[in-house]
């Protein structure tokens, strides 16, 4: 599929999603969310293991683009934002985990990315931030994600504040998993992407769509879901051999 704004390449068992409009400080269009979309959809049906997203240029994602927003109606900021609240949630129901890969700022919309990717990996010169509260238009969607990552007084102080924060505090808030050198970045991010996606490639789909079914839920009616999951997805051949082999203390070979 042809892009304007991304760029989707294959790496071995992996796809690799680059945001591509670093003059646009790779803002999120509805031009750029429909190609996210659709990138991500196609992602999904494929048989790749895992995906890694990140930007070209110092900017992983202003957020959305206000030559976009300025001057729209209220379907036409209706439109948009359910488009990229579509592109949040297909990013967390596609079965392959997704990873960002955070070189530089990420704000708004672009931080709702990242706070939405299953994994992110941040450069220590990356910076984080949710700017409406400094504004006129407070960063209501983003707080979706955002809010879902960190707990409610660092949520809303990011929110209210708009202030950016550095790498190591979204790290300590929970916004990301591990900082890195700028120079490491590359290696660290395929490094946890392929941890993260050895083993069954349909256990481990069917177990992040699980994640986020019963995040949500109160405690007895997420474990009534988990365990039904959990006892169907032992009928599944790849949970038998796994548990075959190790209790032959082999290697395991799943069907996939």
Request: glycine share 8%.
């Amino acid at each position: 599929m042809d892009h304007r704004n991304l760029r989707v390449r294959a790496r071995d068992a992996f796809v690799h999603v680059t945001l591509a409009r670093a003059e646009r400080r790779n803002t999120l269009s509805l031009e750029t969310l429909a190609e996210l979309d659709a990138a991500f959809a196609e992602i999904g049906a494929g048989k790749s293991r895992g995906v890694l997203l990140d930007a070209e240029g110092p900017v992983f994602s202003a957020g959305h683009d206000f030559g976009d927003m300025a001057g729209r109606d209220l379907a036409g900021m209706r439109e948009l934002l359910v488009r990229c609240a579509d592109v949040m949630r297909r990013v967390q129901r596609i079965p392959q985990p997704v990873l960002a890969s955070v070189a530089g700022l990420a704000t708004a919309a672009g931080c709702q990315l990242v706070a939405t990717c299953d994994l992110a990996v941040a450069s220590s010169e990356a910076r984080f931030a949710a700017p409406g509260g400094r504004g006129g238009l407070f960063c209501h969607t983003p707080m979706v994600a955002i809010s879902r990552q960190v707990g409610r007084k660092r949520a809303l102080e990011l929110l209210l504040t708009g202030d950016p924060i550095d790498a190591e505090t979204a790290a300590d808030w929970g916004l990301v998993n591990r900082v890195v050198a700028p120079d490491a970045l590359e290696a660290e991010s395929w490094g946890l992407l392929e941890r993260a996606t050895r083993g069954s490639a349909f256990s481990k789909g069917l177990g992040k769509q699980a994640y986020y079914a019963q995040i949500d839920l109160d405690q007895p009616k997420a474990y009534e879901y988990a365990t039904e999951v959990m006892a169907s997805a032992s009928q599944h051949p790849d949970a038998q051999e796994g548990m075959r082999s190790f209790l032959e203390k082999r290697r395991p070979v799943f069907e996939d």
